[in-house]
């Protein structure tokens, strides 16, 4: 049948643009609006057969006539091609109808062409991706699977006493040199780093400071367009949502950060717990010296961590359970470990374990829930209610449904109500995240920086600087 279509396509094709004045003819598009041999069958039966001959072969169909036109725009045959693409569906869905028209969002669904976002998507030409983490870096190409290549982060890029300015601009052309690509050649979406916390004045100023220096870097190095984007944020658009909390399992901190329409919501504060990824790998290592289990070097006990150990849905009950289990590590052998294994994800329900003097993980988002609720920001409370983790630590098997069901047992009922917290997209979320906006059909369009804007804003700011109110973008 697919091939009867596309001989049907070359027979009306050929016979629209045969003889003829062609001057009479300037284009080769045929008015009728009959399907030809297939008017007689159902519509839904075409759109099943168009769908066997590909995208390509079925966008040519707009030029045989206006009833072919029609049935090849129609957004359910765009809808099953787009849902055999490399990402799935429902990111594809969310990007192009949240996120396509920029920020600040406009959610469109109605009047959408699948069609065109399609042929858009396939025409974007894909960014370069550099997600700084805190542990270490990862970059690579938005229309990658997944990051291409991982360095340190540029906080550990040259002399520590040395400018910013010089880091970065060595942390930026390390990595544009080992994916072997020119930085003028594709715009950039570069995460930026949860820091600065407060709402106060001066952290202000450095959040704006550090965005306008990453911003500086690349322009110097001739990228032409530049998104830039908090890596909270980043992470919440990988689990399809703007608003939420997102609590980031760091290298050396977790910071729990409440967003309500991709700006983060300093003013309710933004909670950080002195325990992160770092404190994990130590205290196993501690427990594994402990119980007279030795390792090679501190790479070992990561890799434990990260292949063995879960959080206990219920760490007392869990103690007297057999929970023995073994791995093999190259060069080093076979490990066994027992009761380190969830011991070790404890310490973020109880610090204390680990001499740690912070409040627990669930503490530290029942608290920022609770100002979320008290602080009204929104007529519906639901957008606080889903927690989003993130980072490689935030992988542990049972985080997720251990701290929803501790939030449930400290929250009120008024509070607790829809309470979701979803697992991280793997150990990369907030560079999904930035692969989700780097392959939008709209994109780099509103999403980007050019160097042109990036001086005219920067004139502006130095003239008004000491006249307006300092603003600030979360989001971007």
């Avoid at 306008?212 to 001739?222: E, K, S």
């Avoid at 003013?267 to 030795?294: C, S």
């Avoid at 961590?305 to 007297?320: F, Q």
Wanted: aromatic share 10%.
């Amino acid at each position: 049948m697919a091939m009867l279509l596309r001989r049907v396509w070359e027979t009306m094709s050929s016979r629209t643009c045969s003889t003829g004045d062609s001057s009479a003819r300037p284009s080769c598009t045929t008015e009728s609006s009959s399907l030809g041999a297939f008017d007689q069958i159902p519509w839904d039966v075409l759109i099943q057969i168009v769908k066997l001959i590909g995208p390509k072969e079925a966008a040519k169909l707009c030029v045989v006539s206006k009833s072919w036109r029609a049935l090849v725009s129609d957004n359910r045959l765009w809808i099953f091609f787009l849902q055999h693409q490399q990402e799935p569906w429902d990111s594809i869905f969310f990007g192009e109808t949240t996120l396509g028209s920029g920020y600040p969002y406009q959610t469109l669904v109605t009047g959408l062409s699948f069609m065109q976002i399609y042929g858009q998507r396939a025409q974007v030409p894909g960014s370069v991706i550099i997600d700084g983490g805190s542990g270490y870096c990862k970059f690579g190409w938005s229309k990658y699977d997944c990051p291409s290549g991982r360095t340190a982060t540029f906080l550990e890029f040259g002399n520590i006493e040395s400018p910013m300015y010089s880091r970065l601009r060595h942390f930026f052309a390390t990595i544009y040199s080992r994916m072997q690509v020119k930085p003028s050649t594709q715009p950039i979406v570069v995460s930026i780093p949860i820091c600065h916390y407060d709402d106060t004045e001066n952290a202000k100023a450095s959040r704006r400071q550090l965005k306008d220096c990453f911003q500086q870097v690349l322009f110097d190095l001739n990228v032409p367009a530049v998104c830039a984007i908090n890596q909270a944020t980043l992470a919440l658009y990988a689990a399809k949502r703007t608003s939420g909390i997102v609590v980031n399992i760091g290298f050396q901190v977790t910071s729990v950060v409440p967003i309500l329409h991709g700006k983060v919501m300093r003013k309710v504060g933004v909670e950080v717990m002195g325990l992160g990824a770092l404190k994990l790998t130590g205290y196993l290592r501690l427990l594994m010296q402990q119980n007279n289990i030795n390792f090679g070097s501190l790479y070992t006990v990561r890799t434990l961590k990260e292949k063995l150990c879960y959080v206990a849905a219920d760490y007392k009950a869990e103690l007297s359970k057999d929970t023995q289990a073994s791995l093999e590590i190259a060069g080093e052998g076979w490990f066994t470990l027992s009761n380190e294994r969830f011991q070790t994800g404890e310490i973020l329900f109880q610090p204390r374990m680990a001499d740690v003097r912070t409040m627990g993980l669930d503490q530290a988002v029942a608290l920022c829930m609770d100002h979320c609720h008290y602080a009204e920001l929104s007529g519906d409370d639901a957008w606080f209610k889903t927690v989003i983790l993130t980072g490689g630590s935030a992988c542990l098997p049972g985080l997720a449904e251990r701290l929803e069901k501790e939030l449930r047992g400290l929250l009120p009922s008024s509070i607790s109500n829809g309470i979701r917290v979803i697992p991280p997209y793997g150990a990369d979320t907030a560079w999904f995240g930035a692969k989700l906006v780097g392959n939008l059909s709209t994109f780099p369009g509103a999403w980007c920086v050019t160097k042109k804007q990036f001086r005219r804003k920067s004139r502006f700011n130095i003239m008004w600087r000491s006249s307006l109110p300092y603003l600030e973008d979360d989001a971007h």
